[in-house]
Structure formats: structure tokens, C-alpha cells
């Protein structure tokens, strides 16, 4: 029998032009013709994916279970391996399951590639206040290239959980607050991943994650419960994923959190009422590490046969390492539980992603070990990271136009715990970056400067973490001032000090939630000390979450917010202080006063008592010892020119539904420099049917400028763009007055007025 299927295998796939991986209905009669000739195991088998190795997002695995789990690839019911990389090593991975089970399925190898593959570029929340889509997608696309040729078929990104809380270790992961700039984001993040194709071999499959609302967990605590209306799941949650999903993502990823009481990896309304259902999704859907197991302690499966049972029912289609579909769907479906269309749907979406990634014609096409040494770290790619990360870098202060630095001649002061590392550049979630690999700021620095400049170094401090790993819970440093003395001379006799303090890469991330975001250890007493020996201080930030920066946004002249730039973090960062790149960077997440503001948002709705009512009354919505205001809104970022804009101005006061409305203003460098701006539209709904945010991004442009120059910026807006979940539960726009905002960040804009006509009939959702 075994010989039989193999040959039928052998001469329907690989040589008949019509089903090839590009065909859509060439995949559909591969992935059919296969499906016939499964038994109910093997089908559940590629349900199943395992982790090969010890692995910092799940327990280690005993001998026994790592024999168990080899002698299930040989025998075909395992339907993708994690966390095996290298060509040759999914080369001998894959020969496992080709060349030793009955129908010789190939498996897909998958990795958290995240920033990067080996070449790292900025972290994604540093990468998306860089608010540009083409250097986001290259970033994606070398990410892609580089891990395909490490035998990579699938990666687990882009993250798109919209958040508000800076306290949640993972914000790092995604793009921030604002659900249209996730979603352009999450779109360009696909796009540079997939490719146009998925057949080439410099591609992989993305994965749109978590699904959903993972980002609002409570308390900024990660793997927390949600509690989330319909309206916000609808309005700030969801639209990142569906931008994900049209711009053709291969899979998506449930979430640790429950919605409503129920854990999204039993969630069947969200898996296939949303997910399937109203987007069409045709990949398929993956567990989180453990999640479908987790249904037991959430309290809604008393054990692991019913966690698979509810998690199959909502439409989670792989089970990634808890065993739950491998051990006990067999005997789910044969009892009649489990329809075996239900397996049969699942199974077919996974076969389907096999055969768009060619893998059917060569299981091995991606195991080029050539290839693989070619680019990785490759000095195009390592170009490449130099110049998203200085995109990525957002000026924060300025003040007295301290930058940019003089390179030719004085002498500068590189002082920090952060300034001479070369390894938390690289970030949380590294992939395959090797340890130490990053170009530190004062490596960045002495490149930079000519024979006239004096460079001296000073630690001063170390960072307040350690000793600490990955898997490991920092250790707070409660003082060191060890090396105060030695950074307070440096300072006393540099003409300008660089300071670069911020967080430890593996201080945000998953499973890294703070209840502080201030700086930690002694940092703010060695930054005081300096500055008091000498007040040109420029502190460079890298860090991975905003921070609360109080004191320091008060008295430090120039702040650069640097984030966890990647592998070429102090060419970039360099770049920019010496005024070789004029920084454009934009916030995309609002910088709060103080811990207590959280979770803090831009687009927060107005509430029945918004401003300060007459005479200094308290009964309004406010906070009595600290402002409702951020210390930095969402959008902000300076530049070393400076912008003047016009009046904005409308084409039309009424537009109706089928009607588009020209936003214009006109935006002049009014400094002395060339330098680029993101101009950014906003709109506010007056009234709806539910209560509406009192503004929401819904464009922006970036604009390069030299001294003196004018340019015309126009926006487009139509009912499409003004839509939103009414409260009829239907996605669209409502007729009435609108407010459009235009300006350079969510707080300093300018506006005007329309209205959008009613149509025929009662307004829509009242």
C-alpha cells in the first residue's frame, strides 16, 4: 500500500503543469487528491506542530518525549517542526518525515522572526515610528530572505495586537496605539514577508498575531484576562488583523486571553464567525505556545480531551505543543464528537499552505546551505538595517539647538551603561542574531568623528539589571556608584556629553510587564551627576516600551529616542547626532507623565464631563496631582528644521456617501535645514450612534522638504474612511458634521469642518 500511494504521490504532483504552486486550482486538486488517501491519523498529524528543542517560551522537553516526538515525524503526524533552523538541519529534519512516513508529506519549519533573521533591524514599535511603509517592508523582506535560506518556511509575525499600556512587556513587539497605523503597518509587514509570490524561495509564510486583544490584557500584565466591549473589539482591536488578512497573510495566531469569558483559542466567534466567516480567511489558524492546553487551567476544559475538543469546534486549526489534537482527537472524531469535517477543513488549509510554498514539487527547496552562507549578515543587508534604523529614531528635545553635534573638532564624553554595549542594540526576540553583534554608539560615534574630535568613555553605571537571561527574572541593581567618579570627570572636561541609558533588551518582551517604567538602577542619579559638570548633555534612549521620563524631559536639553535600533544601531544613531540624517521619526505611542495615566491613549473618547467646568470646579474628568495630557501624544517627534503649516481647507462643506472630500494643506520648511515631515490627518465624528473618539488617524504622508520650500498636501477622504461599528452592529459611516485635523503630531493641529449628507431614510445605527 505504502508503495502504491507513494507512486500516485509521485506522478499526480510533481509533474503535472496544472498543479503547480502557483495555481490556486492546482493546489485545491493536489491538497484533495491527498486528503482521500490520509487516514484519520496522519490527517491530525498535520494538525500537530512540536518544538525540537528547549525553547524560552515553553518547558524543556524530557528524553522520552523528544524520542516519542521523532518516532511521530517518521511516522507522519507531525504537520510542522519549531524552532529548527539552518539548512542543513531542516534538510535532515524534513528527509524525517519525506522519507520515512507512508505518504511523505514535508513539514514546515517555523521561527519567531520577528526584527530580523541575523541581520537585525530595529525593534517593530522602534521600527513603526519610523511611519514608513517601504522601509517596513524591506525590513520584512530581508528578514524573509535570510530566514528562507535558513530553511525557514513560516514565521510568527507581523504582531499586530494594538495597545494602550506601556506596563505590557510585549509592546515592544507591535506597532503601538493607533489602529489604522497598525494596520497599514501590518499590511506592508505581510507584504515584505510573503513576497509576491510564496513559491520563490526567498519568501516565507507571515503569521498575523494575537488574535485578539491581547494587547489590552489588565493591568499591562501579560497572559492577563480582557475585558473589552464589542465596540472596542470592532473599532481598535480587529482592524489591524483584517488589513492582515487582505493583504493575503497565510496564517494567523490565537491569543493567550480570554474575551468575555472565553479564551480566544476556544472563541468560535472570533475564529469562524469573524476570522472565516465575515473576512473569508482562507489560511489557517495556529495555537499559541500551550494556549489549547491552557483551556484547562483558564477553568473552561476540565482536561486536555476537552481543551481539543472546544479549541477544533471554534476553528483553531494547529496545535502547537500541547498534544492535545495528537493525543485525543482520533478518539473525538471515531465517538462522533468531532465532525470529521471539521478535521478535514483544518487539514486542508495547512496542505494548502505546503503546496503554495512549493514544497510538494521539492521538499527540500529552501535547505540551501550556499545560499545560507551567502546572505546572511550580508553587508546589503546590513546597509539596509543602517538606514530603517535611523527612520526609526525620534527626537524628542532639542532644546537651544545642542544637535546636531560639530564631528570635525572639540571633544565629546560617551557616557552610560548602554554606551559601549554591543548587545542590547539587538533587542528582545533576536531570531538567530549573534550575541554582541550590534555596532555600540560609541563604536557609532568614533567611526563618525574626525582626527580633531576627542572621544573618552566612561560607563559610570551599570544598567540596574542583572544577572539575568533570557528565562531568567532580572535582579534589580540597588546602587553601584562605583564608577560615578570617573563619568563625572569625563563630563567636566568634554564640550558635549552623550549619555546612553534606557533598558536591558530582555526588559520588555513577552512575560516582561514592569508596574514601573522609569529607568532603573541608578541611571537618573549618574545623569543628574554629570549634568550638573556640565549642562550640553544629549541623552541617547535605547529601550524597548516608553518610559516615563519626568525630571529628565524637564532639564536634559536633547533627547534621542533610539529604541533597540538593531544590528546597526550606532552607525544609525551616529547618523543622526552628527546631523548626517535629519530625524523624521514620529511617536507611534504616546510617552505618559506618569505611571498612573495608563493605559493612555490619543483617540480616547470625549466623556459627559471633558474639560474644566467654570471657576476651577473638581467635578470633572481629570487627575487632582498630575495632568490628563501625555508628556509626549502619539505622532510627536522633532526634527532639526522646523514646519509651518497653512489653514486647512476642505473641497467641499457636504459630501454625500458616494462623494470624495480633498483635505489640503500647505506645509513649508521654515528652517535651515533640509528634512522631511509626516504630515498627519485626523477626523473626528461629532455625533454617532455610540460614542466616538475625539480624534482618529486616518492618513499621513511624509514629505521631504529643503530650506524655504513649499509643498501642497492633499488627503482623501470618502465615507469608506469615516466608518466605524455602529450601534446596530454594522460597519459604516453615519451622516453628520466631522471635524479634519491636519498637523505634525495627534495634539498640535490645525482643522476644518464638513458634513456628511444624510442618505435616504432614518440614519444608519439609530
Given at each position: 500500500m ?10 499526480v504532483?510533481?509533474i503535472a503543469?496544472?498543479?503547480?504552486a502557483g ?7 493536489r491538497?484533495?487528491t491527498?486528503l ?6 496522519e ?7 512540536y ?5 524560552v517560551?515553553?518547558?524543556?522537553q ?12 517518521r511516522d ?6 519549531l524552532?529548527?533552523?539552518?539548512a542543513?538541519?531542516t534538510?535532515?529534519?524534513q ?7 507512508r505518504l ?5 519549519f ?15 514599535l ?8 517601504a522601509a517596513?517592508?524591506?525590513?520584512a ?12 518556511h513560516w ?8 495597545t494602550?499600556?506601556a506596563r505590557w512587556?510585549r509592546?515592544m513587539?507591535?506597532?503601538?496605539e493607533?489602529?489604522?497605523?497598525h494596520?497599514v503597518i ?7 514577508f510573503?513576497g509576491e509570490?510564496l513559491?520563490a524561495t526567498?519568501?516565507?509564510a507571515a503569521?498575523a498575531?494575537?488574535f485578539?486583544?491581547?494587547?489590552f490584557?489588565?493591568?499591562g500584565?501579560d497572559?492577563?484576562?480582557v475585558?473589552?466591549?464589542?465596540h ?6 480587529l482592524?489591524p488583523?483584517?488589513a492582515?488578512v487582505?493583504?493575503g497573510?497565510a496564517t494567523?495566531?490565537n491569543s493567550?486571553n480570554?474575551i468575555d469569558?472565553v479564551?480566544?483559542?476556544?472563541s ?6 469573524i ?5 473569508g480567511f482562507q489560511g489557517?489558524?495556529i495555537?499559541?505556545?500551550n494556549s489549547?492546553?491552557e483551556l484547562?487551567?483558564h477553568g473552561v476544559?476540565v ?9 477544533m469546534t ?12 495528537v493525543?485525543?482527537?482520533v478518539?473525538?472524531v471515531r465517538?462522533?464528537v468531532?465532525?470529521?469535517a471539521?478535521i478535514?477543513?483544518?487539514v486542508?488549509?495547512?496542505l494548502t499552505l505546503?503546496?503554495?510554498?512549493g514544497?510538494?514539487?521539492d ?6 546551505a550556499q ?10 543587508h546590513r546597509?539596509a538595517a543602517?538606514d530603517?534604523a535611523?527612520?526609526s ?25 548602554l554606551?559601549?554595549d554591543?548587545d542590547?542594540?539587538l533587542g528582545?526576540w533576536r531570531?538567530?542574531?549573534i550575541a554582541?553583534?550590534?555596532v555600540s554608539?560609541l563604536?557609532g560615534?568614533q567611526?563618525a568623528?574626525?582626527?580633531g ?7 559610570g553605571a551599570?544598567?540596574?539589571?542583572g544577572p539575568?537571561n ?9 546602587g553601584d ?5 570617573q ?7 568634554a ?6 541609558i534606557?533598558?536591558?533588551?530582555f526588559?520588555t518582551?513577552?512575560?516582561?510587564s ?6 532603573k538602577?541608578?541611571?537618573?542619579d ?5 549634568l550638573?559638570?556640565n549642562?550640553?548633555?544629549v541623552?541617547v534612549?535605547?529601550n524597548?516600551r ?5 525630571w529628565?524631559?524637564d532639564?536634559?536639553?536633547?533627547i534621542?529616542?533610539?529604541?533597540h ?5 550606532g552607525h544609525?544613531i551616529?547618523?543622526v547626532?552628527?546631523?548626517d540624517y ?5 511617536l507611534p505611542?504616546s510617552?505618559?507623565r506618569h ?18 467646568l467654570?471657576?476651577d470646579?473638581?467635578f ?7 495632568r490628563n ?10 526634527s532639526?528644521?522646523t514646519?509651518?503649516?497653512s ?5 467641499a462643506?457636504?459630501i454625500?456617501f458616494?462623494d470624495?472630500l480633498r483635505v489640503?494643506?500647505?506645509v513649508?520648511?521654515?528652517g535651515a535645514?533640509?528634512?522631511?515631515e509626516?504630515?498627519?490627518l485626523?477626523?473626528?465624528?461629532l ?6 473618539p475625539?480624534?482618529e488617524?486616518?492618513?499621513f504622508q ?8 513649499s509643498?501642497?498636501?492633499?488627503f482623501?477622504l ?8 455602529t450601534?446596530?452592529k ?8 466631522f471635524?479634519?485635523f491636519?498637523?505634525?503630531?495627534s495634539?498640535?493641529l490645525?482643522?476644518?469642518r ?5 442618505p435616504h431614510?432614518?440614519k444608519p445605527?439609530k
Amino acid at each position: 500500500m505504502k508503495t502504491t500511494i507513494a507512486l500516485l504521490l509521485f506522478f499526480v504532483f510533481p509533474i503535472a503543469p496544472h498543479v503547480r504552486a502557483g495555481n490556486p486550482g492546482g493546489d485545491a486538486m493536489r491538497v484533495e487528491t491527498l486528503l482521500k488517501n490520509m487516514t484519520l491519523e496522519e490527517k491530525i498529524g498535520q494538525l500537530n506542530q512540536y518544538s525540537n528543542t528547549f525553547d524560552v517560551t515553553g518547558p524543556a522537553q524530557t528524553e522520552a518525549a523528544d524520542r516519542q516526538r521523532l518516532q511521530r515525524v517518521r511516522d507522519g503526524l507531525v504537520g510542522s517542526l519549531l524552532n529548527v533552523c539552518g539548512a542543513e538541519e531542516t534538510r535532515k529534519a524534513q528527509r524525517l518525515a519525506v522519507e520515512h512516513s507512508r505518504l511523505g508529506i514535508p513539514m514546515l519549519f517555523a521561527f519567531d522572526v520577528i526584527h530580523g533573521y541575523r541581520t537585525m533591524f530595529p525593534i517593530p514599535l522602534g521600527e513603526a515610528a519610523s511611519w514608513d511603509l517601504a522601509a517596513i517592508e524591506l525590513s520584512a523582506r530581508i528578514a524573509a530572505t535570510e530566514a528562507a535560506a535558513a530553511g525557514l518556511h513560516w514565521t510568527f509575525a507581523p504582531m499586530v495586537d494594538v495597545t494602550r499600556d506601556a506596563r505590557w512587556g510585549r509592546v515592544m513587539e507591535g506597532a503601538g496605539e493607533d489602529p489604522y497605523l497598525h494596520a497599514v503597518i501590518a499590511a506592508a509587514r505581510v507584504r515584505g514577508f510573503q513576497g509576491e509570490d510564496l513559491e520563490a524561495t526567498d519568501t516565507v509564510a507571515a503569521c498575523a498575531k494575537h488574535f485578539a486583544a491581547y494587547g489590552f490584557a489588565e493591568a499591562g500584565r501579560d497572559y492577563n484576562t480582557v475585558d473589552i466591549s464589542e465596540h472596542t473589539l470592532r473599532n481598535a482591536v480587529l482592524p489591524p488583523f483584517q488589513a492582515a488578512v487582505e493583504a493575503g497573510v497565510a496564517t494567523v495566531m490565537n491569543s493567550f486571553n480570554d474575551i468575555d469569558g472565553v479564551p480566544t483559542t476556544a472563541s468560535e466567534l472570533l475564529q469562524r464567525g469573524i476570522l472565516k466567516g465575515e473576512w473569508g480567511f482562507q489560511g489557517f489558524v495556529i495555537s499559541d505556545w500551550n494556549s489549547i492546553g491552557e483551556l484547562v487551567p483558564h477553568g473552561v476544559a476540565v482536561d486536555l480531551r476537552q481543551a481539543a475538543l472546544l479549541a477544533m469546534t471554534a476553528g483553531s486549526d494547529m496545535d502547537m505543543e500541547s498534544s492535545a489534537y495528537v493525543n485525543h482527537l482520533v478518539d473525538l472524531v471515531r465517538s462522533g464528537v468531532v465532525p470529521e469535517a471539521l478535521i478535514d477543513d483544518a487539514v486542508r488549509r495547512v496542505l494548502t499552505l505546503k503546496s503554495r510554498l512549493g514544497l510538494f514539487e521539492d521538499p527540500y527547496r529552501y535547505c540551501d546551505a550556499q545560499r545560507e552562507k551567502k546572505l546572511l549578515f550580508s553587508p546589503k543587508h546590513r546597509a539596509a538595517a543602517r538606514d530603517v534604523a535611523r527612520k526609526s529614531i525620534v527626537l524628542l528635545e532639542n532644546r537651544n539647538h545642542l544637535l546636531p553635534l560639530d564631528k570635525t573638532k572639540g571633544s565629546i564624553a560617551v557616557i552610560g551603561p548602554l554606551a559601549a554595549d554591543k548587545d542590547v542594540p539587538l533587542g528582545n526576540w533576536r531570531a538567530k542574531a549573534i550575541a554582541g553583534s550590534a555596532v555600540s554608539l560609541l563604536e557609532g560615534i568614533q567611526a563618525a568623528v574626525g582626527d580633531g574630535v576627542a572621544v573618552r568613555h566612561a560607563q559610570g553605571a551599570p544598567l540596574g539589571l542583572g544577572p539575568g537571561n533570557f528565562m531568567n527574572e532580572m535582579v534589580l541593581n540597588h546602587g553601584d556608584r562605583s564608577g560615578f567618579a570617573q563619568a563625572i570627570e569625563a563630563a567636566r572636561q568634554a564640550e558635549t556629553v552623550v549619555m546612553a541609558i534606557g533598558e536591558e533588551a530582555f526588559q520588555t518582551g513577552e512575560g516582561r510587564s514592569q508596574v514601573d517604567i522609569r529607568l532603573k538602577g541608578v541611571q537618573m542619579d549618574l545623569l543628574k551627576a554629570v549634568l550638573e559638570v556640565n549642562p550640553r548633555v544629549v541623552v541617547v534612549l535605547m529601550n524597548g516600551r516608553p518610559l516615563v521620563l519626568d525630571w529628565m524631559a524637564d532639564k536634559v536639553p536633547a533627547i534621542v529616542e533610539a529604541w533597540h535600533l538593531g544590528s546597526e544601531a550606532g552607525h544609525a544613531i551616529a547618523d543622526v547626532l552628527f546631523g548626517d540624517y535629519n530625524p523624521s521619526g514620529k511617536l507611534p505611542m504616546s510617552f505618559p507623565r506618569h505611571v498612573g495615566q495608563l493605559p493612555l491613549y490619543y483617540n480616547h473618547k470625549k466623556t459627559g464631563r471633558p474639560d474644566p467646568l467654570p471657576d476651577d470646579m473638581v467635578f470633572w474628568s481629570h487627575y487632582t496631582d498630575e495632568r490628563n495630557t501625555p508628556r509626549y501624544p502619539f505622532g510627536y517627534g522633532l526634527s532639526y528644521t522646523t514646519f509651518s503649516y497653512s489653514q486647512v481647507t476642505v473641497s467641499a462643506a457636504e459630501i454625500g456617501f458616494a462623494d470624495e472630500l480633498r483635505v489640503h494643506t500647505t506645509v513649508t520648511n521654515t528652517g535651515a535645514r533640509a528634512g522631511t515631515e509626516i504630515v498627519q490627518l485626523y477626523v473626528r465624528d461629532l455625533v454617532g450612534s455610540v460614542t466616538r473618539p475625539v480624534r482618529e488617524l486616518k492618513g499621513f504622508q511624509k514629505v521631504r522638504l529643503a530650506p524655504g520650500a513649499s509643498r501642497k498636501v492633499t488627503f482623501t477622504l470618502d465615507a469608506k474612511a469615516l466608518a466605524f461599528y455602529t450601534r446596530g452592529k454594522k460597519w459604516q459611516a453615519e451622516p453628520g458634521e466631522f471635524l479634519v485635523f491636519v498637523g505634525p503630531n495627534s495634539r498640535d493641529l490645525r482643522e476644518a469642518r464638513f458634513t456628511l449628507r444624510e442618505p435616504h431614510g432614518p440614519k444608519p445605527g439609530k
